[in-house]
């Protein structure tokens, strides 16, 4: 959320445009926090023009099928039919730049982000800072009424009164996986390395 994938986004984006390349933008039209409807901005305030969309089929329905370069922000938030959508517009020869947050706000894998980042040429990851010990940051941190929210709390909160910050798996805090973390610890020191996977499995189960 605050690692500059956007910008970067909006980066590659530009380059396409100075190479004249034909460059379609879309965005998930879930995220309307920050941004403007049809605008993929930055943090920093600069941006690009981007079609708001609420589902895959969508992306499928209003890509030209002359786009040299297609763009999808936010892609965390649409359904799993963007991967085989954005894949068939690979196979077709267009170049794909999806930006999209890889773990929700549990440490967990993200909507259709696990899919897009295995079938994806290439990939980087990019960090943020982590607001409590200043490492670097992998994870966001949602915090309601300044506390780390539970992880029975909705992946997304639509109109919710929570914040978010960027931090480390370190500081990164979810309230139920705690429990586990502790009951994994204490594992981990009582039991030979060879019981440990599976000991990490049974504990997943009960989390
Ligand atoms: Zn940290």
């Known amino acids: 959320m605050f690692s500059g994938k956007s910008e970067e986004l909006i980066r590659r984006v530009r380059r396409a445009l100075i190479a004249r390349r034909r460059v379609q933008v879309f965005k998930s039209a879930l995220d309307d926090r920050y941004h403007g ?4 901005s930055s943090h920093d305030g600069t941006g ?10 969508e992306v499928a329905e209003l890509v030209h099928p002359d786009a040299q370069v297609i763009a999808v ?5 649409l359904d799993d039919g963007i991967v085989d959508v954005i894949s068939a517009l690979a196979d077709r020869g267009a170049r ?9 706000f ?9 899919r897009i980042l295995a079938l994806a040429e290439a990939v980087d990851k990019l960090h943020a800072i982590c607001m409590v010990c200043g490492n670097s940051a992998t ?3 949602r915090l309601v009424n300044g506390e780390p929210a539970p992880y029975e709390s909705p992946v997304v ?40 996977v599976l000991t990490i499995d049974s504990l997943r189960k009960r989390a």
Do not use: K, W
């Open 48 to 57: 690009v023009d981007a079609i708001p969309v609420r589902s895959s089929l």
């Open 96 to 104: 794909v730049i999806v930006a999209g947050i890889d773990m929700d």
């Open 37 to 40: 409807i049809g605008h993929v």
């Open 157 to 196: 909160q639509v109109g919710g009164h929570e914040s978010y910050e960027a931090r480390c798996r370190r500081c990164h805090d979810v309230p139920s996986a705690g429990r586990y973390q502790i009951d994994l610890l204490t594992a981990l020191q009582a039991e030979p390395a060879e019981a440990r």
């Open 106 to 114: 549990r440490g967990e894998p993200f909507g259709p982000m696990p």
């Open 73 to 77: 922000d936010e892609a965390q938030f």
């Open 139 to 141: 994870r966001n941190q």
